[in-house]
């Protein structure tokens, strides 16, 4: 195609409504770029699918997402979060608080078990008290009586008989402290039993609302807020353990003689630097894509699913569901495994 530039204002661009322009030699170079530009609009859609088309020819691309091995915490009892201690990409040590739990009504049940088992009755310990104080008064008195008879008898002014009479008043004062020690003794019944039952059960259940990390690693992240009730299974955070990430490959089904154990494969990570990986697992099973790994006004199709490994990923690419780009090369290409 080629394009004539033989208009009047072409022929002679130093006259404009016979005026002389003085920037005239610059509008024929002008007319040849806008005819180039107009051009280059039009072809451009072509161009992009012929490039599109020469790199399907060299490359298989697929979306990927790097997959790090993690674990859920969840909420094992219906409470209230009281309090998070970890922020989004902080490294825990296994055994270390992550969040508290709270459960009001626990709480407000185990004060009142509290309150009934050791809530004394004011009203009967002190009549006891006062009976064991007189009983004690009286057995002293006994006791001193029979003192003075057992010396007049020794002095032969007073008869066994009265001996005996006051050894006898003495123990049955003796006699009457034995009893009211027996009364005050506290008797467990089974309601109090049972309220102490209950009260370790809730002191239990409220100790284990304190969740703990159970191994090594970081925290990816956080599904609650402080204040928010949750049931029992309820996730509260995501924990990403220390291993190997798993890059899961969405391949057309049409590439999927391409991807055999041990195909090596290039990662194209977010800021165009690549790295190389290799297929672990062949085709797992057919996924859907993930919604930010499609391209804009796709529609939803699933796709055959392939775990690859990446070694020697960088500290600052262990980043979770992190969308990639997998290239393939063709079998038919002589550097292709």
Do not use: C
Not at 93 to 121: H, Q, T, Y
Not at 184 to 196: F, G, I, L, N
Not at 273 to 300: G, H, I, N, W, Y
């Amino acid at each position: 195609m080629k394009i004539k530039f033989s208009s009047a204002k072409e022929q002679q661009p130093a006259q404009e409504q016979g005026l002389h322009v003085l920037y005239a030699p610059g509008k024929r170079m002008a007319f040849r770029l806008r005819w180039y530009l107009i051009l280059l609009a039009v072809v451009s859609p072509l161009l992009w699918l012929v490039v599109r088309w020469a790199f399907a020819l060299w490359l298989i691309e697929a979306p990927a997402q790097l997959h790090l091995p993690s674990g859920e915490l969840r909420a094992r009892d219906g409470a209230q979060v009281s309090q998070l201690l970890v922020q989004p990409g902080q490294r825990v040590k296994a055994g270390e608080v992550l969040v508290r739990l709270d459960n009001p009504e626990w709480r407000a049940r185990r004060f009142l078990l509290a309150a009934a088992v050791d809530a004394p009755d004011m009203i009967e310990r002190e009549a006891l008290e006062r009976e064991r104080a007189l009983l004690e008064v009286l057995l002293s008195r006994a006791q001193a009586r029979v003192d003075q008879m057992q010396r007049l008898f020794d002095n032969g002014a007073a008869t066994r008989g009265e001996l005996l009479s006051a050894a006898d008043q003495r123990d049955a004062r003796l006699r009457d402290i034995y009893q009211l020690a027996q009364r005050t003794r506290p008797a467990v019944s089974v309601d109090q039993r049972q309220r102490e039952l209950e009260l370790a059960w809730l002191d239990n259940r409220l100790q284990a609302l304190e969740l703990r990390a159970e191994e090594d690693g970081k925290v990816g992240e956080i599904l609650v807020a402080p204040g928010e009730n949750v049931g029992p299974g309820t996730p509260l955070l995501r924990l990403e353990r220390d291993g190997e990430a798993q890059v899961w490959v969405y391949l057309h089904p049409r590439h999927a003689a391409d991807a055999v154990v041990g195909k090596s494969l290039t990662l194209v990570f977010p800021d165009g630097s690549k790295r190389p990986a290799q297929v672990m697992q062949t085709v797992d099973d057919a996924a859907s894509v993930p919604l930010e790994l499609r391209p804009p006004f796709s529609a939803p199709t699933r796709s055959l699913r392939v775990i690859a490994r990446v070694d020697d990923l960088p500290e600052r690419w262990r980043i979770d569901r992190l969308g990639l780009k997998a290239r393939f090369p063709h079998d038919w290409l002589p550097f292709a495994d």
